[in-house]
């Protein structure tokens, strides 16, 4: 029987992920729920529940209605006030905020419900296996770490019994040699469904922080949702301004460089990253762009040809995210959008400001793909 405070705990618990879903729009825009991450866990703030109670005045102190008095005339003076009305400092405590961890597994699960995200359909999940250990026989020999105790215990009783060696009165048991049973393991192949992930960002000197940020905190909410949906994740990082290069996540999110744009530098390094490394019969493979649009106008041809014939036909999705930049033209998405009708995989989204984060991400991982 679970106790009360137990039953207490789990309600709570219950109210404050109800809250989490609730404000999960909020969450996702302003990207507090980034706060520290650790493996399966991520910290939340969320604002303290207090439970309302009466405060008493002061013994002897009287009440509204009670002894002499005009109308209008003030009842007593606050504590901690003087006569002028004006502060002074307290000594009590000030609200709290609350730190409430939530799974990744949680999450993904709320940000399906909240932006009624499709399950994904893997492809290649029949020709990527994993080798996997499964323990589903008997044997009468084996280490002993793998000893079966219930039925090796079994087997000592049943001969004890047989050959009247049992003594009710003292019930010991003595497992011999022919006793012993073993837990057995036979070698199964486990299919597997693998991604990809290349994000790409302009971080020439036309990305600001705020655009970078924007990226951060739309990154963290896709990668939530396709680790939810694979097995297994591997995620590259490639940084361009008029050259490119792949990079460690950190040097991702914190590089900005002073030089122009040359989009199809980024286009190259993801295409060789695509076809030495993740053959498209086998990966999902997912690449997710941000740029402020800005890019060499004579690069523009050589990012279509790439993107067609290089990029798009090897991705599951290939998304476009157009952050709005003071220094950026935006030229780029223009471009792009004369070929969306004709690529079903490509998405393009225009992110002005955090508060598009959610509908950003609803345009690109909508189709469940």
Known sequence: MSRSIDQDLGRFKEIVRGKVRQQLRKYISNGEMIGRKGREFVSIPVPNIEIPHFRHGEKNSGGAGQGEGDVGQPIGKGQGDDQDGNGQAGDQPGGHVREVEVSLDELAEMLGQELELPRIVPKGKDTISA??????????????????????????????????????????????????????????????????????????????????????????????WLQSQYDGIQTRYIIHDAAAKEVDEDTFYHTRESGGTKISAAYEVARKIISTEYPSADWNIYCFQFSDGDNWGEDNKACIKMLTEDLIPHCNLFCYGQVESPYGSGDYMRELNKIANQHENLVLSEIPNKDAIYNSIKTFLGKGK
């Open 131 to 224: 080798q996997k250990d499964k323990y589903n026989s008997i044997n009468q020999k084996g280490p002993e770490s793998l000893r079966h105790f219930k039925r090796t215990y079994k087997n000592a009783l049943r001969r004890m019994i047989a050959s009247n060696d049992y003594n009710v009165l003292k019930p010991v048991i003595i497992p011999m040699k022919e006793d012993q049973l073993y837990r057995g393991s036979k070698s199964i192949f486990v299919p597997q469904a693998n991604a990809a992930i290349i994000y790409m960002m302009d971080v020439s000197g036309s990305m600001t922080d705020d655009q970078k940020e924007i990226v951060r905190t739309e990154s963290f909410w896709i990668d939530t």
